[in-house]
């Protein structure tokens, strides 16, 4: 059967080359007789699974030997929490609310302490990034609080120099972490769920810095302290062991790709290909300001909104799916990861160009 081109926002598409291997290697792992689901987390197979997953990443992202990685699970929902919960310490956090999640981790972290909204763009309907004079920040605040890019409104930070001063910068990374390379040391926090670039549901990664570790409160749940997760390597309880093979198997796959250099220019050729499919037309708009649109995620609307179900219909037809858009904004997305090649986005620019010629 062939491959459909799913434009998931997530759980989100996976590579092939990816999911084959995941295929040869499900009953037998490496001649050892049974799949990963079936092991020991802490028999040697699988821990060596996670090492290299570790150093796969560590290798991709340039990791600093004085940050830790951790593979938790609950989400990047229950770092809304884990967060605060971790670094507050009784003072006050800042937040820059720039879309719906931003903003959910706004709202979920007023539950453990003082948080401040330092700026937000709601005003212009999240579609586009904060300007330097709007961002009010607390010198003293335990953490910036921002999320480089906003899954839903298609709007991504492109440059975080400055952003937070001497303030430690906590970012959510869920839609686009490894898409592009990052200075890992100009953050204090790095966090992403697996399901959009990094792998299947089930593992959340999180990237701090060893001074974060150690203030959490004495009453915290011990599975949501940072210090003890790492102290434990993430195998306080059982980890989600066969969503950290499979991430393992995408790092691998990236790095065979050339790393984060290399898949930044087919992700920003494959951006440039549907904003310009876009801009060029005058049936489909992208409302975000042009200096903070995503690469990853382009929510677009037709501008007869009558025809969004046949457009959504006629895609199907095409072997085009989940490019409806999110219900909060509207009209479609196209979730376009690493693993969406670039022949995907061509064959949704094709059929876009078509169904504008064929009803317009
Ligand atoms: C999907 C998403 C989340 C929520 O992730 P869960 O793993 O479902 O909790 C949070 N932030 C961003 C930016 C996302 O894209």
Known sequence: MERIHNFSAGPAMLPQEVLEQARDELPNWQGCGMSVMEMSHRGKEFMGILAQAEADLRELMAIPANYKVLFLQGGATLQFAQIPLNLLAGRSADYLVSGSWSKKAYKEAQRFGTVRCAGTTEADKFTR??????????????????????????????DVAGLSGNVPLVADMSSHILSRPIDVSRYALIYAGAQKNIGPAGVTIVILRDDLLGHAPANIPTLLDYAVQAENGSMLNTPPTYAIYMAGLVFKWLKRQGGLNAIEKINLEKAQLLYDTIDASSLYRNPVEPSCRSRMNIPFTLTKSSLDESFIAEAKKHGIVQIKGHSSVGGMRASIYNAMPIDGVRALTQFMQEFERSHV
């Open 129 to 158: 990034w904060l300007a330097p004079d709007e961002i009010q920040l607390d010198p003293n605040a335990a953490y910036l609080h921002v999320c480089t890019n906003e899954t839903i409104h298609g709007v991504e930070v492109h």
